[in-house]
């Protein structure tokens, strides 16, 4: 990844404070959407969209993803790079 896409995704991930709040909370943790929700004080559904906009961009992954409930997100070493910078 060059420097330009890494400030791309940098200012994708500052302009939303769902994204960034989630980045934060989650950092070195494995952590399930509802306790995510639950020390933001947000709802579970800006959880599970900016949980969507952070995997897509290849921030977060979910290590369990076969499971319905219970699904446990972690930072890929991206997202680790990205929470320094936030």
Do not use: W
């Amino acid at each position: 990844m060059n420097e330009k896409e890494f400030y791309e995704i940098l200012g994708f991930v500052k302009i939303s404070p769902h994204r960034a709040n989630t980045l934060k909370c989650i950092n070195e943790d494995l952590k399930i959407p509802s306790q995510i929700a639950k020390d933001l004080d947000i709802r579970t559904s800006q959880v599970s969209s900016a949980l969507a906009d952070l995997k897509k961009k290849g921030l977060v992954v979910c290590v369990n993803e076969n499971v319905r409930k219970g699904r446990l997100y972690k930072c890929t070493p991206l997202g680790l790079e990205i929470l320094k910078q936030i």
